[in-house]
């Protein structure tokens, strides 16, 4: 089951979750790459916030 993003809560913001479409996008966007890079990140280098901004600076 996939989150809300209308819900309101604890969240996790230090992750990025590879299977939800709306964090994968804000993360691309935010980044200026795409989301088939984004997800390439994760893959390689897990799911830390930090991490893959990081890393995706490398790309830009």
Do not use: W
């Not at 709306?22 to 991490?51: C, M, W």
């Amino acid at each position: 089951m996939s989150d809300d993003p209308n819900k309101i809560g604890y969240q996790d913001r230090s992750r990025v979750a590879a299977d939800q479409d709306h964090e994968v996008q804000y993360f691309a966007q935010a980044n200026r790459i795409s989301p088939e890079q984004v997800r390439e990140l994760i893959n390689k280098h897990g799911n830390d916030r930090a991490t893959l901004e990081r890393e995706a600076s490398k790309l830009v």
